[in-house]
C-alpha cells in the first residue's frame, strides 16, 4: 500500500469538519476531524459526476476532427473544473460520424489512465430522437432516424463496451422491444428530445427507460397545458430527470417546480457542455451552428442573442445554480450532482472507504456563480 494521504474541510451537510483518508486511489476512512469548527475550513465532498458532457475546454466529443488526443485534453480541462466522473456524450449524427467518436473516446480511455478512470460509460444522445423543431433541440435534422439494434450493437463495438446510456424518444414505432432489448444488455435507456404522448412514455417506462435526458429542454417552445410530454415524465415516480442548473436553460420557477415534483430521490443535474465550454467570453464560429456568442456569465446562444446554442458551463455551475435559484441546501445540490447520477456510474459520488479517492475541497458562499475549488483529487492523484 502506498503511503495513506488526507484532506480535512466542512462536511456540507453537518458543517463539521471532517478527514477523508485515502491510499492507492481508493478511500480508507472517513471520520471527524479534530480541527476546529472554523468558517474558514474549505468544504469537503466527492468529485462532481455529470453524466452528459459533449465536449469542454474547446475540445469536442463529436464532429470530424475528434480525436483521442483531443478527448484526453477534454479530460483533462473537466476535471480541473471539479468534474471527477463523466459520460462522454455522443450525438446525432451520420453513422461514420458516431462511430469515429465512439473508436476515439474508447482508445483515449485505452491510452490514458486518467481518461479511463474519468469516462465511466458513454452516452449516447440520439439520433433516435424526435425529429420536430424544438424538441429535436441542436441535433441535425438529416440525421435523426428510428432505433435500430443493429446500429446500436455496431455502437457498442466501436465503443469497446463502453455505453451506459442512450437516448432516446419513444415516439417510433417499435420502441418498446428497443428499450428492452437495450436495457437487457445492462444500458440504460433515457427518454428526451421527445415529441411523445403520455401513452407512448409510460410504455416507455413499462419497457424499462428509467431516466429523463434535462427535462424542461430539448423541447418545443410551445405545448399543450394538458397532457403533454413534460407532465407526463414528472408524474411518472419511475422516472428520475436530469436538469440543467446554469441558471440559462430553466427559469429559477421552472427548476424550483421541476425539483419539488421530481422530489431529491429523483432528480439529478448535468451540464449538458458544449466544446466551447469553459472558453473566454466571444464571439465564436461553430462547424453545425455557425457563430455564436459567449458571454462572461455562461451564456453560449446564437449571434443575435435570441436562442441557445448549448451549454457552457461545467456542473460545478450548476450545483450553485441549484442552491441559488431553486434554494437547495448546498448539500442538497451537490447530491443531485454526486450521489444521485453516481447510481449510473457503478455507485460513484460519494465518500465511502473503498470507494474512489475523488475528491473536491472548495469555497463557497451564498451567491456565487459557482464551486471556487481549492483542489481536485482525482483516484488518489491531486491535480497541480
Not at 198 to 206: G, K, M, N, R
Not at 331 to 359: H, I, Q, S
Request: charged content about 15%; overall charge negative.
Amino acid at each position: 500500500m502506498t503511503q495513506q494521504q488526507s484532506l480535512i474541510g466542512r462536511d456540507p451537510g453537518s458543517g463539521r469538519p471532517i478527514e477523508v483518508r485515502y491510499a492507492d486511489g481508493r478511500i480508507t476512512d472517513v471520520r471527524q476531524a479534530a480541527a476546529a469548527a472554523d468558517a474558514e475550513l474549505p468544504w469537503l465532498a466527492p468529485g462532481l459526476v455529470d453524466i452528459q458532457v459533449n465536449g469542454f475546454g474547446g475540445h469536442d466529443a463529436n464532429g470530424p476532427d475528434v480525436t483521442p488526443d483531443a478527448i484526453v485534453a477534454m479530460i483533462n480541462a473537466l476535471v480541473r473544473a471539479g468534474t471527477t466522473t463523466t459520460f462522454a456524450t455522443v450525438i446525432t449524427e451520420a453513422p461514420e460520424a458516431m462511430l469515429r467518436s465512439l473508436r476515439a473516446i474508447a482508445e483515449a480511455r485505452r491510452n490514458d489512465p486518467l481518461t479511463a478512470h474519468v469516462i465511466a460509460g458513454i452516452h449516447v444522445e440520439g439520433p433516435n430522437i424526435s425529429e420536430q423543431d424544438g424538441a429535436r433541440g441542436a441535433h441535425p435534422a438529416e440525421h435523426v432516424r428510428p432505433p435500430d439494434l443493429a446500429e446500436f450493437e455496431a455502437w457498442q463495438q466501436a465503443a469497446e463496451g463502453a455505453i451506459r446510456m442512450i437516448t432516446v424518444s419513444p415516439h417510433y414505432p417499435g420502441v418498446t422491444d428497443y428499450i428492452a432489448a437495450v436495457t437487457g444488455r445492462g444500458v440504460a435507456v433515457s427518454i428526451g428530445h421527445t415529441h411523445a404522448t403520455p401513452e407512448q412514455i409510460t410504455a416507455a417506462v413499462d419497457a424499462g427507460a428509467r431516466w429523463s435526458t434535462h427535462l424542461g429542454n430539448g423541447a418545443h417552445a410551445t405545448l399543450p397545458r394538458h397532457p403533454n410530454y413534460l407532465w407526463a415524465q414528472l408524474a411518472e415516480d419511475r422516472l428520475s430527470c436530469g436538469f440543467i442548473a446554469d441558471g440559462h436553460h430553466l427559469p429559477a420557477a421552472t427548476l424550483t417546480t421541476m425539483l419539488r415534483a421530481k422530489g431529491l430521490d429523483r432528480a439529478y443535474l448535468v451540464s449538458d457542455t458544449a466544446a466551447l465550454a469553459g472558453m473566454p467570453p466571444g464571439r465564436y464560429r461553430t462547424p453545425v451552428g455557425g457563430d455564436v456568442v459567449l458571454t462572461a456569465d455562461g451564456r453560449l446562444g446564437d449571434a443575435n442573442h435570441t436562442y441557445l446554442a448549448g451549454a457552457a458551463v461545467p456542473l460545478a455551475n450548476g450545483v450553485a445554480g441549484g442552491v441559488r435559484l431553486a434554494g437547495l441546501s448546498l448539500a442538497d445540490a451537490l447530491r443531485l450532482a454526486t450521489g444521485n447520477p453516481g447510481l449510473l456510474a457503478d455507485g460513484r459520488g460519494t465518500l465511502e472507504p473503498g470507494g474512489p479517492a475523488d475528491l473536491i475541497l472548495f469555497d463557497f458562499a451564498a451567491g456565487d456563480p459557482s464551486l471556487r475549488l481549492r483542489q481536485v483529487v482525482v483516484a488518489g492523484t491531486a491535480l497541480s
